[in-house]
């Protein structure tokens, strides 16, 4: 009951900051409920490992909301732009959330302090672009969550020698009338 009460306050709340900063192009609260909040949580019966980094999480998605419904896993959410990172630590702060950590910067000149045993990106680049940017930020062992609408196959095989797909997952979005899909990547 409780994280069903924090996901309608974060969609409130990104619909409030919306109207200011433009977060996002959709503005009805019923069409965001889908298309970001469901869209964000179709992956969740997928993510494994205990950190997990949600590359250029825009105004939270998919992490706050994943951070909401697995509160046992470690968030941090990554963005280059102020106006996003300063709603994501505002939506934290107001939702309680003491299992993520913002940081505002480019991924591919950050050094945290350790490696994430998953890193996912909702929409953030192309999957040559995904792996060769955040593949230094994966543990050994650890898999990169490429969420994808169409099936990428021109990005398939693009993609950089060293890592392959270990699994492939059409998702379902109640009322989403578009193709999803989540790739996890390894290192080979």
């Given at each position: 009951?409780?994280q069903q ?5 974060y ?15 959709v ?13 964000s949580?179709?992956?969740?019966p997928?993510?494994r ?10 105004a939270?998605?998919p ?14 959410l ?39 045993d ?13 792996v ?10 650890g898999i ?26 059409p998702?379902?979005v ?6 999803r ?8």
């Amino acid at each position: 009951m409780e994280q069903q009460q924090q996901l309608q306050h974060y969609l409130q709340l990104l619909q409030r900051w919306n109207k200011v900063y433009n977060l996002t192009a959709v503005r009805d609260l019923a069409q965001m409920q889908i298309v970001h909040l469901d869209d964000s949580l179709s992956v969740a019966p997928f993510l494994r490992g205990e950190t997990c980094l949600d590359v250029g999480s825009g105004a939270g998605l998919p992490g706050i909301p994943l951070a909401i419904v697995q509160p046992q896993r470690q968030f941090t959410l990554l963005d280059t732009n102020g106006k996003k990172t300063r709603f994501m630590q505002q939506a934290v702060l107001e939702l309680g959330l003491k299992n993520v950590k913002v940081v505002q910067t480019r991924v591919e000149s950050w050094q945290p302090e350790a490696c994430f045993d998953a890193v996912i990106s909702r929409a953030f680049a192309s999957l040559h672009d995904f792996v060769t940017f955040t593949g230094k930020q994966v543990c050994e062992g650890g898999i990169l969550y490429a969420m994808k609408g169409r099936y990428p196959a021109d990005e398939l095989a693009a993609l950089p020698t060293g890592w392959r797909v270990v699994a492939e997952h059409p998702l379902q979005v109640p009322g989403l009338d578009a193709q999803r899909h989540l790739l996890e990547l390894q290192r080979e």
